[in-house]
């Protein structure tokens, strides 16, 4: 079974432009959460979507965004980058949409983002 | 402010000794407890799930939950360097399960 998968794996942009991350969930699962990892902050909650819609949004300027499409694949947007931004950026799949015994979030390999 | 907090570390044992591992959380309304292991340059593992106060055991890792002292610790026993690498406590204060409070790590080392 495929596990989650992100891309691209690594990327150097330059402040002020934007950039676009993308995530495949495992198989089944329809729930997607996004979260940033860096040294000083450690990881923190950026967003959450579950059947196409945001339901939950971390403490994180409107520069992030992202979206859910029908086959549960996600995509979050960072726009007007800054230094600040870069981190591993991680995506998480869960199977069911609420908690339950068991269910839990399995993480990707990440995003790599160095803006520079 | 709900908040996870976890001694950084280093913490180093020696192989075959266990290693312990510990948490505290702020919101006592956290419904659920996790352990992931984080390699260098990888991403977070999940090692093990607690939802009920007292111990959960799964092979060489026994999780303890104590709900009112809000304290969540995680018992590493037979330590190998393979272990070694950055422990994270994450809570989930309610809701979906995509929304995770993680603590900042605390760093384990198994000598040999």
């Known amino acids: 079974k495929a596990g989650v998968t992100q891309t691209p794996r690594y990327l150097i942009k330059t402040r002020g432009q934007q950039v676009t991350l993308s995530c495949s969930p495992i198989?089944?699962?329809?729930?997607v959460s996004w979260y940033q990892q860096t040294p000083g902050q450690g990881l923190q909650f950026l967003f959450e979507?579950?059947?196409?819609?945001?339901?939950n949004k971390g403490n994180f300027p409107g520069r992030f965004s992202g979206r859910q499409f029908s086959n549960s694949r996600s995509e979050m947007n960072v726009s007007t980058l800054e230094l600040g931004d870069s981190a591993l950026y991680l995506c998480?799949?869960?199977?069911?949409?609420?908690?339950?015994?068991?269910?839990?979030?399995?993480f990707g390999e990440g995003s790599w983002l160095t803006v520079v | 402010q709900k908040e996870v907090e976890q001694n950084s570390g280093p913490l180093s044992v020696p192989e075959g000794a266990i290693a312990s591992l510990n948490c505290t959380y702020s919101d006592r309304g956290s419904q659920s407890f996790f352990w992931y292991r984080q390699y260098s340059g990888k991403s977070p593992e999940l090692i093990m799930f607690?939802?009920?106060?007292g111990d959960k055991e799964d092979g060489r890792f026994t999780a303890q939950l104590n709900k009112a002292s809000q304290y969540v610790s995680l018992l590493i026993r037979d330590s190998q360097p393979s272990d070694s690498a950055t422990y994270l406590c994450?809570?989930?204060?309610?809701?979906?399960?995509?929304?995770?409070?993680f603590g900042k790590g605390t760093k384990l080392s198994v000598k040999p």
């Open positions: 979507y579950f059947s196409e819609t945001q339901r």
């Open positions: 607690i939802y009920s106060n």
């Open positions: 998480a799949s869960s199977l069911a949409g609420t908690l339950s015994s068991g269910n839990t979030i399995y």
């Open positions: 198989s089944g699962h329809r729930s």
């Open positions: 994450a809570v989930n204060v309610g809701g979906s399960q995509g929304n995770l409070i």
